[in-house]
């Protein structure tokens, strides 16, 4: 990408000389049409004064030679002036479509680094903890209670590992072959299954659960919706402080399944908001960013609600945090 500013610059002299040309064009083709009337004018006159047809200027001017000549001159000075425009309209969206461009590959080719940086970290990481408690393992010889609490450090590494490749091959399969296996499921059962899980994973953090006594059976993919709740939840958890809770709510609202997840973290600027379900965003920068992650979660929520003829949708939570609604039709 070093060269892409040059790059910039050069198009951007190309363009301001198109310009500059064009203008000077403009007018040298303005004023030698305004030569030639005044030429044809003067030979018109001379003709009309010699022949005795009119006796005054003011009779040249009203005659109906004199009128044609200064219309058609007119309207090729009117010709003149509107290529202008078009061209200079044209030559300025040309620039917009450029730019944006240009923005829109700076930002892929910055979003793939990150997700290349991000993705190696999130794999090396979990490797060098497995590596060193098999070592730790192999070398020492442990109490009972160190080889429990290593084997679920283990056991932790190894779902993180797991989490990691499920959402490189659901963002895969989102892009080509996703299709919702739909099948009955007990919406209650499942995210009580999911928050349970995901307690063990983060025993420091407080997830609160609320949920309506009884809610109907629905037709849903099973593994997206796990995959929804895990990540919006794992998002919440990342993006907030430790001594926070997040809070959970499954319910209903009219002829659809609402899920709600509210953090009390940081919150989402208005222009993030825009983008988070980008494929691969996130903000900052990847050598200097504390929180982990990939850049996949919210986009494969987001199409997994889709897929689902859902809706997700992102709200402040006040005083401070995110609420991530995500409202499913019943029938599916």
């Known amino acids: 990408m070093e060269g892409s500013p040059r790059l910039r610059m050069l198009s951007y002299v190309v363009i301001i000389y198109m310009l500059l040309a064009f203008s000077w064009w403009s007018v040298l083709l303005y004023v030698k049409n305004n030569d030639a009337f005044e030429a044809k004018t003067t030979y018109l006159k001379l003709i009309k004064i010699g022949s005795k047809q009119v006796n005054s200027e003011s009779e040249f001017l009203l005659s109906p030679e004199y009128l044609d000549l200064r219309s058609k001159y007119k309207r090729q000075e009117y010709m003149i002036f509107g ?84 959402n490189l091959l659901t963002a895969t399969r989102l892009e080509t ?11 209650l059962t499942l995210v009580d299954e999911e928050i349970n899980r995901l307690k063990l994973l983060h025993p420091g953090r407080k997830l609160n659960l609320k949920k309506e006594n009884s809610l109907p059976e629905m037709n849903l993919d099973r593994t997206g919706i796990v995959s929804v709740i895990s990540n919006l939840v794992e998002n919440a958890i990342k993006y ?40 691969f965003y996130r903000s900052g920068n990847e050598d200097t960013r504390n929180t982990k992650g990939t850049g ?37």
């Open 240 to 279: 907030s402080n430790e001594n926070t809770e997040v809070d959970i709510q499954i319910s209903l609202k009219e002829d659809n399944l609402l899920i709600q997840v509210a953090d009390h973290g940081i919150g989402i600027d208005l222009e993030e908001k825009q983008k988070i379900f980008t494929q």
């Open 296 to 332: 996949l979660g919210l986009y494969i929520v987001k199409q997994i609600v889709a897929a689902h003829k859902g809706k997700i949708k992102v709200k402040e939570n006040f005083p401070t945090g995110t609420i991530f609604e995500v409202t499913l039709p019943l029938n599916q």
């Open 177 to 187: 072959i996703y299709k919702p296996t739909k099948e009955p499921i007990n919406i």
């Open 83 to 166: 290529e202008a425009i078009v061209f200079i309209f044209s030559l300025m969206a040309g620039i917009w479509l450029i730019n944006r461009g240009y923005h829109r590959e700076v930002q892929l080719a910055r979003q793939k680094r990150n997700f290349l940086l991000s993705v190696t970290h999130e794999l090396k990481s979990p490797l060098a903890s497995i590596r060193l408690i098999l070592e730790t393992v192999q070398k020492r010889k442990l109490s009972e209670e160190q080889k429990q609490q290593l084997t679920e450090s283990g056991i932790k590494e190894n779902d993180r590992l797991t989490t990691l490749v499920n």
